[in-house]
């Protein structure tokens, strides 16, 4: 079974920056690709970023483009996500997910990734 641990959540204000990390207890992470999904209270989980076994391929949501960045360090078994200028509207659990798949495009389906870790909270105040 693939363990999933996310770790970086915190409280911060508008504006600010935080970056989060997933690590992965796997045999060999570089044949997975993965993702990071976020949940709002009162709102379904929805994808935010994506990224290939390759590390070539990414994806990003629109409400997050230009402002998250997805990578991998396949040596530590971890993928990362880079939030910079959070707003409170970024507001979640975030949580990430992963799939043994060699595909360079992601499905943004929560239902496609068979692994998920617990997930890390984020909080933006204005």
């Known amino acids: 079974q693939v363990q999933l641990v996310e770790s970086g959540g915190g409280l911060v204000r508008a504006g600010d920056s935080l970056k989060l990390s997933c690590a992965a207890s796997v045999r060999s992470f570089s044949t997975y690709g993965l993702a990071w999904f976020r949940q709002a209270p009162g709102k379904e989980r929805e994808s935010v970023a994506t990224?290939?076994?390759?590390?070539?391929?990414?994806y990003y949501s629109d409400s997050v483009k230009g402002r998250f960045t997805i990578s991998r360090e396949n040596t530590k078994n971890t993928v990362y996500l880079e939030m910079k200028n959070l707003q409170p509207e970024d507001t979640a659990v975030y949580y990430c997910?992963?799939?043994?798949?060699?595909?360079?495009?992601?499905?943004?389906?929560?239902?496609?990734?068979?692994?998920w870790g617990q997930g890390t909270q984020v909080t933006v105040s204005s």
């Open positions: 997910a992963a799939i043994l798949s060699r595909t360079e495009i992601l499905s943004t389906r929560e239902n496609w990734y068979p692994y």
């Open positions: 990224i290939s076994w390759s590390g070539h391929t990414t």
